[in-house]
């Protein structure tokens, strides 16, 4: 599936659930606690997150994405858990 296509559906619980299982444990319970504290559930943080990101990225983490995205297996998969790696770890910060 096409990034684009996997944005567009990210708000379709199923898919987002989908997305958000194939995380490991530390980063799933990372967007767990950042959406109970924006009163979300973790599918729609997850997909505001990451349509944040393709609103706002810089050029330098548009072009890190693209060399994550290029050396994967599954591409779009690869770049949502990478943005939210991204979310989660700025949020830490």
Do not use: C, H, N, Y
Not at 51 to 66: K, M, Y
């Amino acid at each position: 599936m096409m990034l684009g296509e996997l944005i567009a559906k990210l708000d379709q619980p199923g898919m987002a659930m989908a997305v958000l299982s194939s995380l490991d444990g530390d980063l799933a319970e990372e967007i767990g606690r950042r959406a109970a504290a924006a009163s979300m559930t973790p599918a729609d943080f997850a997909a505001g997150a990451v349509r944040e990101f393709i609103e706002r990225g810089d050029d330098d983490l548009w072009f890190q994405l693209l060399t994550v995205m290029r050396r994967a297996e599954d591409p779009s998969l690869a770049a949502i858990r990478t943005i939210l790696e991204w979310v989660a770890a700025s949020d830490r910060a």
